[in-house]
């Protein structure tokens, strides 16, 4: 029997503010375990709830890059489970009347599987025939804290989390395979961060997603009984997981066993899951309206003034550049893969117009050199008036392609100027037609059986000769000079 799969994800994201979502306490990741904790986040008796301004911002300005509607009444709830990292034993969250529903976003087709990219990260191709994955609701919650297993014999528990403020995003389950899965979550980080609403790390926490994942016969509309799947640190594990529970639900219902609705750790050493817990519904939780916290009603002004913020999002940014730059697909896709990459480019551009030339020496020299470092491209030495003056000094024929490639690495390592790096190590080209002419000549004289070989029509003689020329001027000849005089005095022997 064939099988469909149904996957529906539900996603964490921190955002970014410098406080918590109901108190002053910092959000700054790393510090000492309990030391960013007030009476309000450890759920002390008597505190009251204050929202954050900022972070009901960046939740709406989110809503809206999503496809989302922005409820004019949003309402606070409590949901009440007993763990020891929740402090109050109940976390603060919405449940009936989210902050946002209905939104969706467009999943276009990835780069083909093995294709060399320059940058490890998913560079979205956006291409007509994309699939439109829905977003339920997108709430603002807060988060946890966290525990410290230390062996069998005991946990410590750090509360520096409790009262992060995260928006969880829910997805329509209409995710077709773990593959999909792993596109739509990369889609989503990379629209979360052009928005610059957060910084979507997974290794600090800054994202995080569960997974509901079920098995149906082919055709069949009812849905199959679904598990959960968490503890996944990657969007490469997401889809790992998915790939194994996928798989192992299928063998049982091949067996005539029943799957067990329930929560499921993935175990990355072991490349499985394994049982956790039975599986909560909403009632197990006994949400009912927090009473500490008026609902939120935001005017039609303050919305529309954040509609306004959100800014030009990959999709829209990248057809721009194929447009209005004349680049191709990938060439475009790669540029606008990180918002950061995007405006270097643009940068550029304005002072240096020719976009394809520039695009070039990015992709192909910075991104990898970068790379080689390890660093950001907010991080990088050749800044974009770096990489300008760079380019001109090549337009202007005062420096070859090659010494320029040589200058960029002289750049990275000492954070000096392409101009003051050609002029302190005397890289200009020369210009001296009468000293480059004897250069040329004397080429000549000591490769008589190569100017043999070319009078006997052999070509690719004169290419050695223009190196051996090349070689003398330590590359600080211009070749299609060399090229040219080399041809007229070989025509005079």
């Known amino acids: 029997m064939k099988y469909e799969t149904v996957i529906g994800l539900e996603v964490h ?75 109050k034993n109940y976390q603060i969250s919405q449940f009936e009347e989210p902050l946002a529903t209905d939104g969706y976003i467009n999943l276009h087709p ?24 829905r977003i339920k609701r997108a709430h603002l919650e807060e988060d946890a804290g966290k525990l410290l297993h230390e062996g069998e014999t005991y946990s410590l528990i750090d509360f520096n989390r409790c009262g992060i403020p995260l928006l969880e995003i829910v997805s329509q389950p209409e995710i077709e395979n773990p593959q999909e899965a792993e596109d739509y979550l990369n889609l989503l980080k990379l629209i979360l961060k052009y928005l610059e609403v957060s910084d979507c ?19 069949k509309k009812e849905m199959g009984i679904k598990t959960e799947v968490k503890n996944m640190n990657s969007f490469k594990s997401v889809r790992k997981a998915l790939t194994y529970e996928r798989d192992r639900q299928i063998e049982l219902l091949e067996k005539g066993e029943r799957v067990s609705q329930e929560t499921r750790l993935w175990d990355e050493k072991s490349q499985i899951t394994l049982s956790m817990r039975s599986k909560e519904e909403s009632q197990d939780y006994r949400y009912f309206p927090e009473p500490d916290l008026i609902p939120l009603t935001p005017k039609e002004e303050w919305i529309r003034k ?47 117009r020719k976009p394809k030339l520039v695009s070039n020496w990015i992709l192909t020299e910075l991104l990898g050199r970068l ?29 070859s392609g090659k010494i320029g490639k040589g200058i960029l690495l002289k750049v990275f390592q000492t954070e000096k100027s392409p101009a003051s790096i050609v002029k302190e190590e005397g890289l200009t080209q020369i210009s001296s037609q009468t000293e480059l002419l004897r250069l040329v000549q004397e080429a000549i004289r000591e490769n008589p059986k190569t100017v043999s070989d070319y009078k006997k029509g052999k070509e690719r003689a004169l290419g050695f000769l223009v190196g051996m020329v090349m070689r003398k001027t330590k590359g600080r000849a211009n070749p299609v000079n060399v090229n040219k005089l080399l041809q007229e005095e070989l025509k005079k022997i």
Do not use: W
């Not at 490890?120 to 439109?132: A, L, Q, S």
């Not at 974009?384 to 202007?396: G, K």
């Open 13 to 87: 994201v921190q955002l970014l503010t410098d406080s918590k979502l109901f108190c002053n306490c910092s959000t700054k990741f790393g510090e000492e375990p309990n030391s960013q904790v007030c009476p309000i986040c450890l759920g002390m008796p008597g505190v009251l709830p204050v929202i954050n301004e900022k972070a009901v911002r960046l939740a709406v300005k989110s809503a809206f890059a999503l496809n989302c509607k922005v409820s004019k009444f949003a309402r606070f709830a409590r949901k009440n489970y007993f763990y020891p990292d929740l402090p």
């Open 110 to 133: 990835h780069l083909s599987p093995g294709a060399s990219l320059p940058l490890r990260e998913y560079i979205p191709r956006i291409k007509e025939g994309g699939r439109k994955i």
């Open 201 to 219: 790390n997974m290794e600090e926490g800054s994202l995080r997603c569960d997974a509901n994942l079920s098995v149906r016969p082919e055709g």
């Open 306 to 352: 954040i509609e306004k913020e959100v800014t030009e999002l990959p999709e829209a940014r990248k057809k721009r550049f194929i447009e209005s730059y004349h680049l191709s697909d990938y060439d475009a896709a790669v540029l606008t893969s990180q918002k950061p990459l995007a405006d270097y480019f643009e940068e550029v551009v304005k002072q240096f």
């Open 371 to 399: 790379n080689s470092q390890h660093l950001t491209i907010s991080q990088s030495p050749l800044t974009p008036t770096y990489l300008t003056e760079l380019l001109q000094l090549i337009e202007d024929g005062k420096i």
